[in-house]
């Protein structure tokens, strides 16, 4: 039984704190006590409200900056947790570390650092902590989200037990929810709008292949939600796969957006609010994406006007003892029953519940390591079950043919 710090308060963090509370409330499970910290204090009292409505569990609250490593670093001392999960921004990634290598303690995350001044994302600003977190004899997990996360599992799970090598990866992202907004977005604005905007890229045949964003686009019919357009976009769990699957030849990563989004982005785009450089307004500088994220609707606040499903998963093509062959694992997600559930929308549960996972299967020991790590390293199995047994159920099917496109 294990204390756990919870650092953020959007919805993804409200979603691993319901779900870790869960486990304390039947007293079963890796989790004895949660605490829960952001720089908003009353965000983090109204998750705890929550939990305890839902659940009979207290999450005991504190403020912080996760920027200031001094102040995190007291606040680790102070309550000891056996491990830090990490839900606030990508910008906070390195800062959070710096604390749990202060501390020597366990630290996971969902999204890989980004610095605030450059919509870049990478693994190698973390991965330089390797020997660091090595030495120090603690073990940081990252992106044990969905996609980063699950995806990545998925592909693992399938090498183990369907295929002898993987060629190609292709990983299929849509949110088929409607939330009855003009234009928001189903997790932070300002990330959300930075991820989209950048240049795609995806990994062909030992080298990056960039194209402009937004430029390449197919239809597929999903599961659960029909036929949508989805673009070619660059993802963190592109780099990690390559590294640690280095047989794949092709990964690529598609997302899916409706026309109405596009169209509202285009115009923030051309009328310069998506640019993250400041801007002098009366006398003070200001960025216009976050000035933007300020007055989009709050993602945390769609849980309950948000219907439809998720629908993301993975299609490999390889070779199983000589036989070529095509197979799609995949979970779909109900908006209306991630909110029933802990009151929010499908998007912050498809990533909420594997943080839980990730954070349960450190804590049990399953996982286990010292230096920094990503999902790809471990055993798919143990992960692949809670799935099942958590609220993210999967299913596998063979395709009669490989994508093509």
Not at 59 to 86: F, G, M, R, Y
Not at 148 to 174: E, M, N, Q
Request: hydrophobic fraction near 40%; charged fraction near 20%; aromatic fraction near 10%.
């Amino acid at each position: 039984m294990s204390k756990v710090l919870v650092i953020g308060a959007g919805g993804v963090s409200s979603v691993a704190v319901h779900k870790m509370a869960q486990f304390v409330a039947v007293k079963s499970g890796p989790f004895s006590e949660i605490f829960l910290a952001s720089r908003t204090l009353s965000k983090c009292d109204a998750i705890a409200e929550s939990v305890e409505q839902r659940t009979g569990v207290a999450v005991a609250t504190a403020q912080i900056d996760a920027d200031d490593v001094p102040a995190l670093t007291a606040l680790i001392e102070s309550l000891k947790p056996d491990l830090v999960v990490n839900l606030a921004l990508p910008y906070q990634d390195l800062p959070i570390m710096d604390a749990c290598l202060a501390t020597q303690t366990d630290y996971l995350d969902t999204a890989n650092y980004e610095p605030r001044d450059e919509a870049k994302f990478e693994y190698h600003w973390q991965w330089d902590y390797q020997d660091r977190f090595k030495d120090a004899g603690i073990m940081a997990l990252l992106g044990s989200g969905f996609d980063p996360g699950v995806t990545s599992v998925f592909t693992c799970w399938l090498k183990k037990h369907h295929f002898d090598r993987i060629d190609t990866v292709d990983i299929l992202d849509c949110n088929g929810g409607d939330h009855g907004q003009h234009f928001a977005t189903n997790f932070n604005p300002e990330i959300n709008i930075r991820e989209v905007t950048a240049a795609a890229r995806h990994w062909e045949n030992g080298a990056w292949v960039e194209t402009p964003a937004l430029s390449h686009k197919q239809t597929f019919d999903f599961e659960a939600v029909g036929m949508k357009n989805m673009y070619l976009m660059y993802h963190e769990e592109i780099e990690s796969l390559k590294t640690h699957l280095p047989e794949i030849q092709r990964i690529r990563f598609w997302m899916t957006f409706g026309d109405a989004y596009l169209t509202h982005l285009e115009v923030l785009q051309n009328v310069g609010m998506t640019r993250i450089d400041p801007v002098v307004y009366e006398g003070r500088e200001i960025v216009p994406l976050q000035f933007l994220k300020a007055v989009l609707p709050e993602p945390a606040s769609l849980g309950e006007s948000t219907k439809g499903n998720t629908n993301i998963g993975v299609i490999a093509t390889g070779e199983k003892d000589g036989v070529k062959k095509t197979l799609y694992v995949k979970n779909i997600c109900s908006h209306e029953a991630a909110f029933a559930e802990t009151g929010n929308q499908g998007v912050s549960y498809t990533t909420g519940v594997p943080a839980m996972i990730g954070a349960a299967l450190m804590l049990s020991g399953t996982w286990a390591g010292k230096g920094v790590f990503n999902m790809e390293q471990f055993d798919p199995d143990p992960f692949m079950d809670m799935l099942n047994e958590h609220g993210l159920p999967w299913t596998l099917e063979e395709l009669e043919a490989p994508l093509g496109f």
